[in-house]
């Protein structure tokens, strides 16, 4: 015995949706668990990875896609992929309330984790420690957006501690100084750590004058003690100011 199923659906398990009402209709689509909020945060590029199906749908768990004169009509294109690309930006994904929770948490810890990577405290020219942001983010009772990157939202929130504590976004300049025998070696290891090399001067040791986030201090401290054995230096000469124009958390 055959059972017939109409063409127009299509069914799918494990699925993550991602819904919109546009035109008093509902359009969703079938996403991957998790992948959701890394294409929105820039993590993830490839919409193969996202997207279960390229298919809009009316409605996911009972399979039925929309129709192209309907997608036409709300969204101003048939587009498939425009049109997905729209409700997996601006659409509200369906999560439960546990999952949602889970997200957030995610999410209030990477922003702070950022935060640490790109400021300092101007006083003591050091970067602040993850947990620290992170209380100073509860104490100003900062509310997760989960439509929102987290490097935009990281930048929301170096503003709002301005108010509150010292703070601000810099590269620190440093001078390191290595020994002849481990210098070439050791800065290909620490190429991907610097933002800018300034000045570089090879004579009896390796010295270098460099831009670096401040998140990347105590990585590069602790790489040139361990494969110097203390006889490789690092010293914080000063901070050089991110332009406030500057909106961009690379």
Known sequence: MSIFTPTNQIRLTNVAVVRMKRGGQRFEIACYKNKVVSWRSGAEKDLDEVLQTHSVFVNVSKGQVAKKDDLSKSFGTDDITEVCKQILSK????????????????????????????CVNPETKRPYTVSLIERAMKDIHY?????????????????????????????????????AKEGKKLKERLKPLLKVVESEDFDEQLEMVCLVDPGCFREIDELIRCETKGRGSLEVLNLKDVEEGDEKLE
């Open 91 to 118: 659409g509200e994904l369906q999560v439960s309330d546990k999952e949602r929770q889970g997200q957030l948490e995610t999410m209030f810890r990477d922003i702070a984790t950022i935060v640490a990577e790109k």
């Open 143 to 179: 509310s997760v957006k989960a439509h929102k990157s987290t490097k935009q939202q990281a930048l929301e929130v170096i503003k709002q501690l301005k108010k509150s504590m010292e703070i601000q976004r810099a590269h620190m300049r440093l001078r390191l100084v290595l020994p």
